[in-house]
T-cell receptor, first 115, second 113 residues
Framework: EPEVTQTPSHQVTQMGQEVILRCVPISNHLYFYWYRQILGQKVEFLVSFYNNEISEKSEIFDDQFSVERPDGSNFTLKIRSTKLEDSAMYFC?????????????FGDGTRLSIL | DQQVKQNSPSLSVQEGRISILNCDYTNSMFDYFLWYKKYPAEGPTFLIS?????DKNEDGRFTVFLNKSAKHLSLHIVPSQPGDSAVYFCAASTTSGTYKYIFGTGTRLKVLA
């Protein structure tokens, strides 16, 4: 069964440094998402992306965050200047279409640790 | 933001018995509901969904019930198996305009052999 793959599985970064989290969505999917889960808290929506544009972003997704689909397969999340509170599990998800019967499929996540 | 709530952080059930996981929501605009299962060190795995035009959807051992008037949904697992032990998240979405999922806090299910 096709999967969403994320790399790296664990990223340790110094505060203030830039970090790029990478995702390869399922190949025939058109809609892409990033979510995060801070330890002990809910999975929270960050951003959705379709047709090379951001469709929606949450208030968490401020100017420090950006997303890109640099080629036909990768979908990346960049944090420009990381803060301690960015430490979380980041999940990429994709769906073929949107709406009923088109669930989002999640990768296994990247654990981001900011020191 | 408590739009989706799972009030039971954990649940233990004997193997072979029924597991019932509950979820409440507050936003009446939600019209698509999903259940995901999550093992440690893995991402959420889609289990089953239901649209607001139905009150029940069944897939094998998994059945989701939706009570719109009570803004409540539940996931039934029958019979429960030890491999079902995981954290279960309910999620809700609107299918008009925005498709982001709002997740509950999860219920850790432990199925005892």
């Amino acid at each position: 069964e096709p999967e969403v793959t994320q790399t790296p599985s664990h990223q340790v970064t110094q505060m203030g440094q830039e970090v790029i989290l990478r995702c390869v969505p399922i190949s025939n999917h058109l809609y892409f998402y990033w979510y995060r889960q801070i330890l002990g808290q809910k999975v929270e929506f960050l951003v959705s992306f379709y047709n090379n544009e951001i469709s929606e972003k949450s208030e968490i997704f401020d100017d420090q965050f950006s997303v890109e689909r640099p080629d036909g397969s990768n979908f990346t999340l960049k944090i420009r200047s990381t803060k301690l509170e960015d430490s979380a599990m980041y999940f990429c998800a994709s769906s073929r279409l949107q709406g009923f019967g088109q669930p989002q499929h999640f990768g296994d996540g990247t654990r981001l640790s900011i020191l | 933001d408590q739009q989706v709530k799972q009030n039971s952080p954990s649940l233990s059930v004997q193997e072979g018995r029924i597991s019932i996981l509950n979820c409440d929501y507050t936003n009446s605009m939600f019209d698509y509901f999903l259940w995901y299962k999550k093992y440690p060190a893995e991402g959420p795995t889609f289990l089953i969904s239901i649209s607001s035009i139905k009150d029940k959807n069944e897939d094998g051992r998994f059945t989701v019930f939706l009570n719109k008037s009570a803004k409540h949904l539940s996931l039934h697992i029958v019979p429960s198996q030890p491999g079902d032990s995981a954290v279960y998240f309910c999620a809700a979405s609107t299918t008009s305009g925005t498709y982001k999922y709002i997740f509950g806090t999860g219920t850790r299910l432990k199925v005892l052999a």
